[in-house]
C-alpha cells in the first residue's frame, strides 16, 4: 500500500515500511508542502506518515478518502483535529516516550545556559569582545538548591524534574491537571496552583500540550507574578507563551531570562529582539533531535502505520476511541 511522508525522515523506519511491502512517497523539498500538496499527494495514498505542522483537519480528511491511518512523528498532535480523525474512523499514531529523555535534555540544556548567559557570551567571543577576565562581569545564577516548577508533569515535565533534581538538588513544584502519584512519591515533587507555580519557580519549566485551555497560558499577568530572578523556559509549543508579553516582562526585569525551543512563529525571524538579549538562550525547536531518538522516532511511526494498515491497534495511538 502507499505511504506519503512529508518530510525526510530516518532510514530506519522507512525501511521498516518497504520490508512491511508497502510503497513509499517521501516529500524532499525543504519548505512545508501547502495544504493543496499535501491533499494531491494523500488522494491516493492509504496512510500519511507526518513529520512537521501540517494541518489535518475535517476538510483534508474529506479530501483523503483512501487514508485508513495517519502516523505523526512526533508526540505532540495539537496540528491534528483529534474528532474529526475519530470521526472518519482513522486512527492516529505519536511518538511518546522515545523522545523523553532527548527532550528533557534540550529543557536541562536552555535552563542551565540560560543561567550562564551561554549562547550571548559565546556570540561576544566571536565578535571579539572577550578582552580580560572581569570578576563582577558574566554573572549567572546558581542553580543548587532552587525551586523548579513544572508546568505538565507528564513524561517530559517528570524528566525534568528528576534531572534538576539529581544534578541540583532542586525542590520541584507543578502544575497539572490532575496531581501525579509518581512524581510526588519518586521525585518528592509538591503539587501548587498555577498562581503558586508562578510566584514561586525559581526555574519554570513548560511541559504540558498545546490546547486551548493552555494557549497563551503564560501572558503578562503570569509573567508579573513570577520572581524577578526567574527563568522561563518552553520546550513544549511555543503558542503557550505570548511572545510579545514575554519581551516585556525580560525587558521590565519581571522576570531573568528565557530558555526557548519552540517560538511561535517558527523559524524564528533573525532580527527577532529575544536573540540580542543576554539572558535569553532560543534553539530551533531541537528538543527530540538525536540520531537515536530520531530513529526511535521513525521506527515507532512506521510501526504504527504497519499495524494501522493491517487494521490492527496501533502501538501508540492518541484516539483509543476509534475502535469503539
Ligand atoms: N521541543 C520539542 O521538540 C518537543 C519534543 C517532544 C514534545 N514536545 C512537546 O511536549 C509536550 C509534552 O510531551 P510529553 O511526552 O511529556 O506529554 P505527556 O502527555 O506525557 O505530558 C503532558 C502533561 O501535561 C499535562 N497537561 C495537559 N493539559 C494541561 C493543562 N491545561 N494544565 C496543566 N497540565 C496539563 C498532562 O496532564 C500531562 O501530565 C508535547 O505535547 C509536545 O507539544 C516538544
Ligand atoms: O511534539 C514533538 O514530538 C516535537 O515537538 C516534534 O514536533
Redesign the pocket.
Known amino acids: 500500500m502507499k505511504v506519503f511522508i512529508t518530510r525526510v525522515i530516518p532510514q530506519a523506519g522507512k525501511d521498516l515500511l518497504l520490508a512491511a511491502g508497502h510503497t513509499i512517497e517521501e516529500w524532499t523539498e525543504k519548505r512545508n508542502l501547502t495544504p493543496a500538496e499535501l491533499v494531491a499527494h494523500c488522494s491516493d495514498a492509504d496512510a500519511l506518515l507526518s513529520a512537521g505542522s501540517n494541518k489535518i483537519d475535517a476538510a483534508f480528511l474529506d479530501a483523503a478518502p483512501h487514508l485508513k491511518v495517519i502516523a505523526l512523528h512526533a508526540?505532540?498532535y495539537?496540528n491534528v483535529d483529534v474528532a474529526a480523525a475519530t470521526r472518519h474512523g482513522i486512527p492516529i499514531g505519536n511518538t511518546?516516550g522515545v523522545?523523553?529523555n532527548a527532550?528533557a535534555d534540550?529543557a536541562f540544556l536552555l535552563m542551565l545556559a540560560t543561567s550562564r548567559k551561554a549562547f550571548y557570551l559565546h556570540k561576544r567571543i566571536i565578535r571579539g569582545e572577550w578582552n580580560f577576565f572581569e570578576p563582577t562581569a558574566n554573572l549567572g545564577i546558581s542553580l543548587d538548591g532552587k525551586t523548579l516548577g513544572i508546568?505538565?508533569?507528564?513524561?517530559?515535565?517528570q524528566n525534568m524534574a528528576r534531572r534538576c533534581k539529581a544534578a541540583y538538588g532542586m525542590q520541584v513544584i507543578y502544575?497539572?491537571?490532575?496531581r501525579d502519584d509518581t512524581a510526588e512519591k519518586e521525585l518528592g515533587a509538591t503539587y501548587v496552583d498555577f498562581n503558586t507555580l508562578l510566584q514561586q519557580s525559581d526555574v519554570l519549566s513548560v511541559?504540558?500540550?498545546?490546547?486551548p485551555?493552555?494557549q497563551g497560558k503564560f501572558n503578562a499577568a503570569a509573567f508579573a507574578q513570577m520572581k524577578p530572578s526567574a527563568i522561563f523556559v518552553n520546550?513544549?509549543?511555543g503558542s503557550l507563551h505570548n511572545e510579545s508579553d514575554l519581551i516585556a516582562a525580560l525587558e521590565g526585569g519581571q522576570i531573568w531570562g528565557a530558555g526557548l525551543?519552540?517560538t511561535n512563529p517558527e523559524p524564528m525571524h533573525p532580527d527577532n529582539v529575544l536573540l540580542q538579549m543576554p539572558n535569553v538562550c532560543v534553539l530551533p525547536?531541537i528538543?527530540?533531535a538525536t540520531q537515536e531518538t530520531r530513529d526511535a522516532m521513525a521506527v515507532l511511526a512506521a510501526q504504527n502505520i504497519i499495524a494501522g494498515l493491517k487494521g490492527e491497534r496501533l502501538p501508540a495511538v492518541v484516539n483509543p476511541e476509534v475502535y469503539g
Do not use: K, Q, W, Y
Request: net charge neutral; aromatic share 2%; hydrophobic share 25%.
Open positions: 508526540v505532540g495539537d511518546p523522545l523523553t527532550t534540550t508546568f505538565g508533569m507528564g513524561s517530559i515535565g502544575h497539572n491537571r490532575r511541559h504540558a500540550p498545546l490546547t485551555e493552555t520546550t513544549a509549543r525551543d519552540v525547536h528538543g527530540s
